[in-house]
């Protein structure tokens, strides 16, 4: 049987809409605005993703529980990659998402059909995450009737590393049903 499973991606529908009403998900994604701003370059150059991610998030911390120590130490190596950070920074600009300044206009999105997800799918949602807050699972039953939700307290942006046994124990249940 196909199965889907999702760790904190939000549903492009919910997070466009949320991005154009809601003021929480909105200042959440400032950031995104600053990864696309092409002066950013400049100090990615200069320090990498942990100077750019310092800028972009201007003192909120994405993730604070990355475990373990070894794995942060191998994920800021792989992140002060100059190339590999430009990489990551260019899904931010190729995104078809559109991140409005702090002070445009609130509105509802035009009304965009998106089609349904009907297989079973597993969604695990940090509920700590200062990018993705909870409010991008409202509605989501309706986009994908047939998720079972997880939510993770006490947890950030990287709820794999973060919670790797929370996360494991949903998947099996999830696997084994």
Same mark, same amino acid.
């Given at each position: ?9 939000? !549903? ?40 750019? *991610? ?7 911390? @994405?993730?604070?529980?990355?475990? @373990? ?9 792989? +992140?002060?990659?100059?190339? $590999? ?5 260019? +899904? ?7 991140? %409005? /300044?702090?002070?445009?206009?609130? #509105?509802?999105? @035009?009304?965009? /059909?998106? /089609? ?5 799918? *597993?969604?695990? +949602? ?12 409202? #509605?989501?039953?309706?986009?994908? %009737? $047939? ?8 947890? #950030? !942006?990287?709820?794999? +590393? ?16």
């Amino acid at each position: 049987m196909t199965r889907a499973v999702i760790a904190n991606a939000p !549903h492009p529908a919910i997070f466009q809409r949320l991005l154009l009403t809601n003021p929480e998900q909105r200042a959440a994604s400032q950031y995104i605005r600053t990864f696309r701003d092409p002066a950013s370059d400049a100090l990615i150059e200069e320090q990498g993703i942990a100077g750019l *991610l310092a800028h972009a998030f201007a003192g909120r911390v @994405p993730s604070g529980g990355i475990q @373990p120590p070894e794995e942060i130490a191998r994920l800021i190596v792989d +992140w002060e990659d100059r190339d $590999a950070c430009r990489a990551m920074i260019n +899904w931010y600009r190729g995104s078809p998402a559109e991140v %409005p /300044p702090m002070d445009a206009p609130y #509105g509802e999105p @035009p009304a965009t /059909p998106f /089609p349904k997800l009907m297989i079973p799918t *597993l969604v695990i +949602w940090a509920l700590d995450d200062v990018a993705l807050p909870a409010c991008n699972l409202d #509605g989501l039953d309706e986009l994908v %009737p $047939a998720a079972t939700i997880v939510e993770v307290p006490g947890c #950030g !942006h990287f709820v794999p +590393w973060e919670a790797p046994d929370r996360v494991n124990a949903a998947m099996d249940a999830f696997l084994a049903s």
